[in-house]
């Protein structure tokens, strides 16, 4: 029997795929490349404590809360300090903005680039074992080096980022990114510690028939937000909601679909988080040939005032998005 029937090719693994197309990058001297593996080093360390959380004492909330007031689940934190170790051990980043972190977090001065960062997305799913994803925005500081000044290197726009991705703690964990060249997702297969590319040039159907929203909150949505949830309804749309964004969006990347969490009365800039939940998906969604509105426009347009401020957000195929801006204006 020849040995291609016995030994099936085991596939491209994320460090070769990132080495290979290194000389994509106009930067590619290696630091982001670096800067890659720690977050891929980072998530297996986390998907190893996801993957035990009914197990050893990780579940639950730590009693306190962010800077947010969202309640820190213990899980929120282990993954934050497991991504800023990796980070400040690999010395390519010289700042971290984190969902955790009130402040950015001062990494490596020399460092190049500027980490956005929520490690541990949907948390409060943990418990109930529902899929949870980590979400990470990548730019290159401005200045040269240095003290990272936080209204030049770090408050930059969406459109600014040099590369975004997600992991998704789900029935399996994958590592999905781009650098700006197309959208790649990786699979994790644990027993070889090793991330496999599984689904090369991810892009988003320009139309589809899903939408995700808290249909909870709908009393509390502009007139305009309503009309398109309506407009889903008499088109007989199929509604998926999972109440984690990394799941929601992933399922919407395969199949086609809108996730969308607008402003509501309480909220008047929704729940989401610009720098670190908005713009890396943004980026994810533009890349994979779909669009990013934070309702007005393309999200990656705004300019950042604050490093946790909230956006609007709404996400997917750009034809869906497109309907839904053209109501929420009207
Ligand atoms: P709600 C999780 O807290 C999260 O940030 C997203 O992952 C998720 O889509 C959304 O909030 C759920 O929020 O208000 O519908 O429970």
Do not use: W
Request: hydrophobic share 35%; aromatic share 8%.
């Amino acid at each position: 029997m020849e040995e291609s029937r016995i030994a099936l090719p085991i596939g491209v693994t994320l460090d070769r795929f990132i080495k290979n197309n290194q000389e994509q990058f106009q930067f590619s001297t290696g630091e982001l490349s670096q800067l890659l593996r720690d977050i891929a080093l980072a998530s297996k360390v986390v998907n190893r404590e996801v993957s035990k959380a009914g197990l050893i004492d990780i579940m639950g909330s730590m009693g306190s809360q962010n800077m947010a007031g969202d309640q820190q689940q213990k899980l929120d934190v282990l993954a934050n300090i497991r991504f800023t170790r990796a980070l400040t051990k690999g010395g390519e980043a010289c700042a971290l903005i984190s969902e955790e972190s009130e402040t950015y977090v001062d990494l490596n001065n020399d460092g190049k680039y500027v980490i956005a960062i929520d490690p541990l997305d949907g948390s409060s799913n943990i418990d109930v074992n529902v899929s949870i994803g980590t979400i990470f925005s990548i730019y290159r500081r401005k200045s040269p080096a240095g003290q990272p000044i936080q209204s030049f290197d770090i408050l930059q726009k969406g459109a600014a980022q040099v590369a975004a991705g997600y992991i998704l703690y789900g029935s399996s964990t994958m590592l999905v990114y781009t650098t700006g060249h197309g959208v790649n997702g990786f699979t994790y297969e644990p027993s070889l510690g090793e991330y496999f590319l599984s689904h090369p040039n991810m892009t988003i159907p320009a139309n589809g028939t899903i939408y995700s929203v808290n249909e909870g909150l709908t009393n509390s949505f502009s007139e305009g937000v309503n009309k398109y949830i309506y407009y889903c309804k008499d088109k007989k749309y199929t509604a998926r909601y999972i109440g984690s964004l990394v799941a929601d969006f992933h399922r919407n990347m395969l199949k086609g679909g809108i996730y969308l969490y607008p402003a509501t009365s309480k909220d008047k800039n929704g729940k989401l988080r610009l720098m670190y939940e908005c713009n890396a998906l943004a980026f994810i969604a533009e890349q994979a040939g779909g669009k990013a509105s934070d309702g007005k426009g393309r999200i990656m347009d705004v300019s950042p005032l604050d490093l946790h401020q909230r956006s609007p957000l709404f996400i997917g195929s750009v034809q869906m998005v497109e309907q839904a801006e053209l109501l929420i204006q009207s």
